[in-house]
Structures are given as C-alpha cells and as structure tokens.
C-alpha cells in the first residue's frame, strides 16, 4: 500500500526555522518525482516545490526562493522541506505528493506549519 | 504566472443532477490540465489527468474535456460523496497553479 507520511510541522515564531519530512513507503520512491504543497487555512492549493527522481533539479514558487530547500534522501525513502526564514503568510498545511498530474499521482495526509508569535 | 479561473465558485445541485464545471487558463496550457476533488479534512485525490484522461478507481461518471484555454469537468450522475470542492491545476509552465476551486454543495 502506497503512504506518505509527513512529519515535523508544529507551532514557530515568525523568523523561525522548521524542517519538514516525508516518509514513503509501498513504492518505489526514487523512479518518482516529488513535490510539496500547501493550503492555507480555508484557501486554496499551493504547490511549493519539486524535485526529480535523483534531486538533481529543483523548482521553487517565487514566494519561497532563497527560504525553503527541498531535498531527498532515495536510501531512507524520505522527502524533505528545510523552510527558514518562516512569515506569517507560511501558516499552512504541508502536503507531500508523489507525480503530480499523473496517473501515479498521491497524497499525504499533511502537516499544519504555524508562524505566530 | 498562468492564472487559472474557475467557474462557478459554487454550484448548488441535488443528487442525480448533472454537474459542468469550468477552468479557464490566462495562457494555453495545452492538455496539461488536471481535475482533484477534495473533502473536509482531506488530502486532495487526483479525478483527471491531461484534461480528459480519468485517473486510476475514479467513476466513469466523471469526465474532462477540453485543450488550450478552456476546459470543463463533468460529473453525469452527481452522487452524494460527491459533493466537495473542486480544483483544476496546470503543470504546463512553472510555477505550477491551482484555480481557486468550484465547491459543489447539495441543494
């Protein structure tokens, strides 16, 4: 069975660092891209970032360049999202997904990140 | 930025009704368009990928169409769990963006 499992999100102050992670299991993580997204309370989508199958290539939405890093790690499995820098407009829930916009596409259940002070 | 507009923000329908929703791009996107339902306290679930193809376990009540600009999700025979919110998202050009949802609610 296919699962994404995120992890790390919790309550920081504005200026603050977290790093969020993605377990993944029942497939095999590194034929896949992926990606993180998020949805503000009571908004809509966002996609934040995505890397390719080896993390070679990476893509950022403007509004996180130079403060969020995503990362892999193929040999645990895992995805990452290193957010600094964190403002109050990050508030959100951070999706992990696997191959957007493709057959092969799935979602974690998400983690709530809070930026207040 | 390819901006996504949907239509209507809600529909208002009973069980059984047909239900047409429509997404429409700044810019073409071509075919790379795709359709997510989501619920309450869920993950979104992917309905439809490059804009007419049904996604693995989704009902053939459901269909895209549509190629450029103009696309439309319909749903034939509307089901009761299938009253949520509904986004488009194109994958044509980066930044990668969603439409800011159509939720269809029980009338």
């Known amino acids: 069975e296919v699962q994404l499992v995120e992890s790390g999100g919790g309550l920081v102050q504005p200026g603050g660092s977290l790093r969020l992670s993605c377990a993944a299991s029942?497939?095999?993580?590194?034929?896949?891209?992926m990606s993180w997204l998020r949805q503000a309370p009571g908004k809509g989508l966002e996609w934040v970032a995505h890397?390719?199958?080896?993390?070679?290539?990476?893509y950022y939405v403007d509004s996180v360049k130079g403060r969020f890093t995503i990362s892999r790690d193929n040999a645990k499995n895992s995805l990452y999202l290193q957010m600094n820098s964190l403002r109050a407009d990050d508030t959100a829930v951070y999706y992990c997904?696997?191959?957007?916009?493709?057959?092969?596409?799935?979602w974690g259940q998400g983690t709530l990140v809070t930026v207040s002070s | 930025e390819i901006v996504l507009t949907q239509s209507p923000a809600t529909l208002s329908l009973s069980p059984g009704e047909r239900a047409t929703l429509s997404c429409r791009a700044s810019?073409?996107?071509?075919?790379?368009l795709a359709w997510y339902q989501q619920k309450p306290g869920q993950a979104p679930r992917l309905l439809i990928y490059?804009?007419?193809n049904r996604a693995t376990g989704i009902p053939a009540r459901f269909s895209g169409s549509g190629s450029g600009t103009d696309f439309t999700l319909t749903i034939s025979s509307l089901e009761p769990e299938d009253f949520a919110l509904y986004y488009c998202?194109?994958?044509?050009?980066?930044?990668?963006?969603f439409g800011g949802g159509t939720k269809v609610e029980i009338k």
């Open positions: 490059d804009a007419s």
């Open positions: 998202h194109q994958h044509s050009n980066w930044p990668h963006t």
């Open positions: 997904a696997r191959a957007m916009a493709s057959n092969s596409n799935y």
């Open positions: 810019q073409s996107v071509s075919s790379y």
């Open positions: 029942g497939f095999t993580f590194s034929s896949h891209w």
């Open positions: 890397t390719n199958q080896d993390g070679s290539q990476k």
